[in-house]
């Protein structure tokens, strides 16, 4: 439980400074490199290496615990793939694509000693969200592997478990609010973080899904019929991110308020170079 006196903001803002340290492992030609050697196509490794934690589960626990993704394009994904390679051998893959990646992007190194503290930092939030698994279960299967041992992987790790524990308690709270993995996109474009083409895109709905999603929201109240917010809608946008940072503010105000701005302040630097390295286009 959050006490009343800990801003759980501070959760958003930490989690986001860290997150292109974890989230270059979806962008990394290192990392499909790796899944290639495996055998899997580009969307198969996405969705096998992230859900190997869970063991060989089929292509529906894939579309419960991703949450947004257009079913058919996750059962394609999915299909046949843990009867050539096991889950095992795909976390492997993911964690020396990780490596590799590091290794490229960090221009000063994987040795230095800020990585070390941060590494320190992140692991003692991320073993404090392994005490709160309830109602978690794909950051509770990430929870279960093994620790790395080298430092800048610890971080990476430990920001993938935080990340996975936040993503978990994001869609529970889409989901009391009774969206669907498509409203939800619709809803994220509204709000001008991420376009409509990313968004729809990469998730593979077709232009009459999305629309027909628009014309359900805006049934609602939540979007006017361009899909743009109503302020009803705004609000339950708010209400949705509010309650998302409460429901991850756990690992961090274990942390406290300033253990949180020192990680921030370590991690920044590496996240910068991450994504100045062209990391994400």
């Known amino acids: 439980m959050t006490q009343a006196s800990f801003d759980p903001t501070i959760a958003r803002r930490t989690w986001r400074t860290a997150e292109a340290y974890h989230g270059i492992i979806y962008f990394a030609p290192e990392a499909h490199a790796e899944y290639k050697t495996l055998g899997l196509r580009r969307m198969s490794g996405y969705f096998a290496s992230r859900s190997a934690a869970m063991g060989a589960v089929t292509a529906d626990v894939v579309i419960a615990t991703f949450f947004n993704f257009h079913p058919q394009l996750v059962r394609d994904a ?10 095992a051998e795909v976390h492997a893959a993911r964690v020396r694509g990780a490596d590799g990646v590091l290794r490229r992007l ?18 003692a939030a991320a073993m404090v969200a392994i005490a709160h698994l309830e109602g978690r279960p794909l950051f509770a299967a990430h929870s279960a592997l093994p620790w790395p041992d080298e430092p800048h992987l610890v971080l990476w790790h430990a920001q993938m478990l935080l990340r996975e524990f936040r993503g978990d308690g994001h869609i529970a709270a889409l989901t009391v609010e009774g969206l669907s993995g498509l409203d939800a996109l619709i809803l994220h474009a509204a709000s001008g973080q991420v376009s409509r083409p990313v968004l729809q895109t990469s998730r593979q709905w077709s232009d009459k899904e999305w629309a027909n999603g628009i014309s359900a929201l805006n049934q609602r109240g939540l979007v006017d019929s361009a899909g743009g917010f109503t302020d009803v809608g705004r609000a339950l946008r708010e209400r949705i991110e509010d309650r998302t940072d409460s429901l991850a503010a756990a690992p961090y105000e274990a942390l406290g308020e300033q253990r949180c701005a020192r990680l921030r302040a370590l991690v920044r630097p590496f996240s910068q170079q991450i994504v100045a390295g062209g990391g994400f286009a």
Do not use: F, H, K, Y
Request: hydrophobic share 45%.
């Open 78 to 87: 999915m299909s046949g793939v843990w009867d050539s390679v096991s889950p």
């Open 106 to 123: 960090l221009t000063g190194g994987v040795d230095s000693a800020d990585i070390g503290e941060a590494a320190e930092l992140a692991r």
